[in-house]
């Protein structure tokens, strides 16, 4: 083993109490940051998931527009001086081309056609109002994974069933449905249509639960009167949810539409979201750092009781970098056991964690094992020990021996 | 006999508390085997002109030759190697490192020169602390011998690297007249013997007499 090393590990040894002290300084550091990391992935992950599941990646529309003020120069008087909404139909022309268009986009996974209509429920006496969406049931269900938050009947049966309906379970409580039940609803246009529950969703957010019903395609563009080349959205989900915003502005331009992207449509969300994310990572941060002071201080105190030493290795031969080596070395030999030590504390952690009931929106608290952020934390944990070693370590070096000889 | 050691004018300064010169005009030469010793009063520049030869104190002015070759000048990094390769040094006071061994701290310049294997250079330090009569310490924590000891084991570790030169501030300070004897006996081997040079600064009369050559510093000045 080379005399450096040698040198490094015997200091590592003899001075228990000093390396322990670093040692579970790297460790807290290191697990809290892992940890707190890891826990930001999840709240990203739950937060996104429940948007996701009422939300596509990117939503394609009609907007509203806005007829233009002509502009007055003749001496004529009957301007338009006070602009209005065009009352156009908030329909996409030509959908199927359109929507064959935006699936050969790069990125893009699943296009389906929805048509959503608001409606009243109606049972006997009470009544509801709510939206209705039309959905082509098996493309849906890819997007938004609708069966997974069916709690009562089946959502196959909505292929089958042409006036089915889904209903979410506040509608349901409130109207004391249950499936099989039939279900009256009257649209803007004054169509009435009664509809068969065959299933009752639940999902985390109680707003949707009371007002939201699947239907199929057809039977909302009948509800609103128009033929089956009526779409008021096309909903597209893409590979990659963050890259939503990017291919968003492509597909606005290529169909002539409004194509939002999720996280635009939910902006107010994403800021929360986005100071959520500035906070843990500036308080993680903050954390390694502090315990990167601490492994500084301790090998700065190491240094110097160690500078008798210093003098002495410099006077038979060694040179200043072999300095440097032997307290970087010791401050990556400290590195190495407190990141190990780190790991193991933020898995436990995550693990207990992890099997918490929270209850509520979330179910069990949202962490998990997030490979990328370990890799963080370890790369962080070890620049940090070695800057906390090297800095010290680079003055040690320049000690001249005979100043401290001469002592 | 060819020269190993040779100084050319050498001067030195301290600047605080006041501007003084130390070192006047060292003009200095040692043979190969030669023991020399250095006499002087207390304050009058020896530990601090043999900093300047051992090439740990390079703030002089003049000129210093090792082996033939000046060494004025060089690099910290080689004038590093150079002590490793040529100079042992016994301090003043017993310098070793407390945390290692007695035999660690005779092994690490030779682990630092790589030359031989490890085992070569334990059997070696072996050698030499047993010549100083502390063989049986070796396996001791340093900081737990007494001053005497340690400064025999710090005489071992000079030796271990068969350098040219062997310099010493008050080598034999801390040992008693029989211990003294036998230092000044293993000296006078590695001169006659092994061609090594001895440079030893010492109080001791007796010590100074035997040797081959006294060199008198007062005031900074050699006589
Ligand atoms: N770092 C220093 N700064 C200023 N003066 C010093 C310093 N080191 C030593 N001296 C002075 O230099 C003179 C020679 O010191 P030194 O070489 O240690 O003497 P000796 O070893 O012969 O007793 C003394 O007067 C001492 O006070
Ligand atoms: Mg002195």
Known sequence: MNINTKIAQTYVVSNKKLTAVAVLGVLLGMSVYIFMNCMLVGFDKSSNS??????????????????????????????????????????????????????????????????????????????????????????????????????????????????????GSGIASKMNLSINDN??????????????????????????????????????????????????????????????????????????????????ANESLMAAFKMRKIVITFVSFTILLVAGFGIYNILNMTISQKINDIAILKAIGFKGKDVVQIFVTQAITIGCIGVVGGIIAAIILITILKNVYIGGDLGYFPIDYEFLEFLQGIAIGFVITFLAGYIPAKKAANIDPVSIFRK | MSTVLKTENI????????????????????????????????????????????????????????????????????????????????????????????????????LKLGKYSEKEIEEKAYQK???????????????????????????????????????????????????????????????????????AVTHDEEFSRKSDRIIEMIDGQIH
């Open chain 2, 129 to 199: 602390l047993e010549i100083l009569g502390v063989k049986d310490q070796a396996l001791k924590l340093s900081s737990k011998l007494s001053g005497g000891q340690q400064q025999r084991v710090a005489i071992a570790r000079a030796l271990i690297n068969d350098p040219l030169i062997i310099m010493g501030d008050e080598p034999t300070g801390n040992l008693d007249s029989k211990n003294t004897n036998m230092v000044f006996d293993i000296f006078q081997n590695l001169t006659q013997n092994f061609g090594q040079t001895i440079i």
């Open chain 1, 183 to 264: 279900i009256n609803l009257t649209s803007t246009k004054s169509t009435n249509k009664t509809f068969k529950v065959i299933g009752i969703f639940k999902t985390n957010n109680n707003a949707i639960d009371k007002s939201k019903a699947y239907i199929n395609i057809r039977s909302a563009q009948e509800l609103l009167q128009e033929n089956d080349n009526f779409i008021s959205d096309i909903n597209v989900s893409v590979l990659k949810p963050d890259d939503a915003e990017k291919i968003s502005k492509k597909l606005t331009i290529i169909t002539g539409y409004k194509a939002e992207s999720w996280s635009k």
């Open chain 1, 50 to 167: 429940s948007i996701f599941k009422s939300t596509a990646h990117i939503r394609i529309y009609k907007d509203d527009e806005i007829c233009e003020v002509i502009p007055k120069e003749t001496d004529e008087t009957f301007l338009i001086v006070n602009p209005k909404t065009v009352p156009n139909k908030n329909t996409i022309l030509n959908p199927k081309m359109i929507c064959e268009l935006i699936q050969k986009e790069k990125g893009v996974k699943i296009v389906t056609p929805q048509v959503s209509s608001s409606v009243f429920y109606n049972n006997g006496k009470s009544q509801i109002a709510g939206l209705a969406v039309g959905i082509k049931p098996d493309e849906a269900n890819n997007m938004f994974d609708i069966k997974s938050f069916i709690v009562e009947g089946n959502f196959n049966n909505l292929k089958l069933t042409q006036n089915g309906i889904i209903i």
């Open chain 2, 11 to 110: 001067d030195k300064f301290f600047y605080s508390p006041v501007e003084f010169q130390v070192l006047k005009k060292i003009q200095l030469e040692a043979k190969k085997g030669e023991f020399l010793t250095m006499v002087g009063k207390s304050g009058c520049g020896k530990s601090t002109l043999l900093y300047i030869l051992s090439t740990m104190d390079t703030d002089y002015k003049g000129n210093l030759y090792l082996d033939n070759q000046l060494v004025t000048g060089l690099s910290t990094d080689e004038l590093a190697k150079l002590r490793n390769e040529k100079i042992g040094f016994v301090f003043q006071f017993h310098y070793l490192l407390p945390e290692f061994t007695c035999l660690q701290n005779v092994m690490i310049p030779a």
